[in-house]
């Protein structure tokens, strides 16, 4: 157990449909970053908050979007989603030290299915 | 833009023999950090392995052994006494320090790990 959560396991929606998923990070982890899994495109970064703000964009969608909360909980949010978003999501935390992140530490997973 | 490279996409191995897993990258920058991740089947991401590119001494973690050569952009992963608990997917992975650490993790394609008992 990494001690990051994410809710739910699992979803299935349909096409045009909008989801939120949620995590929390480590005890003490400032930093959450979100990644999707995919048969067709492997693992990608997405987005990275630090402490409540946007850090670091990778790949992400513009259908998508992320917040960060004061309690460091963090939010995906999916919109207008195809056949091509059902992925594995992950989201991960990591620890500040010495000024530099170390090592990220994955969640579970939600698995999405778009029907 | 960052790139890694995970040549094989299926290796087997003997219970308690040795394998290695390949992995190349690319990159301009002169600080990062590589990892090897572990996913078996409940597809948990696990963190196996970790190397500075500042440091020349090769990282280990008890039957787990890494081969980086930094000027050949190489780094591969020894797994030594293989057991059943290792077959996985194991992901190479990189990061660039240029943001302190700020960016996402660029993933290989991975390798898909089994164990013949």
């Known amino acids: 157990d990494s001690g990051v959560t994410q809710t739910p396991k699992h979803l299935i929606t349909a096409t045009g449909q909008r989801v939120t998923l949620r995590c929390s990070p480590r005890?003490?982890?400032?930093?959450v970053y979100w990644y999707q899994q995919s048969l067709d495109q492997g693992l990608q970064f997405l987005i990275q908050y630090y402490n409540g703000e946007e850090r670091a964009k990778g790949n992400i969608l513009e259908r998508f979007s992320a917040q960060q909360f004061p309690d460091l909980h963090s939010e995906l949010n999916l919109s207008s989603l195809e056949l091509g978003d059902s992925a594995l999501y992950f989201c991960?935390?990591?620890?500040?030290?010495?000024?530099?992140?170390?090592?990220?530490?994955f969640g579970p997973g939600t698995r999405l299915t778009v029907l | 833009a960052q790139t890694v490279t995970q040549s094989q996409p299926e290796m087997s191995v003997q219970e308690a023999e040795t394998v290695t897993l390949s992995c190349t990258y690319d990159t301009s920058e002169s600080d990062y950090y590589l990892f090897w991740y572990k996913q078996p089947p409940s597809r948990q991401m696990i963190l196996v392995i970790r190397q500075e590119a500042y440091k020349q001494q090769n990282a280990t973690e008890n039957r787990f052994s890494v081969n980086f050569q930094k000027a050949a952009k190489s780094f591969s992963l020894k797994i030594s006494d293989s057991q059943l608990g290792d077959a996985a997917m194991y992901f190479c992975?990189?990061?660039?320090?240029?943001?302190?650490?700020?960016?996402?993790?660029?993933f290989g394609k991975g390798t898909h790990l089994i164990i013949q008992p």
């Open positions: 992975a990189y990061r660039s320090e240029s943001g302190g650490g700020a960016d996402g993790l660029t």
């Open positions: 005890s003490g982890d400032l930093s």
């Open positions: 991960a935390s990591s620890v500040e030290l010495a000024g530099r992140l170390g090592e990220q530490f």
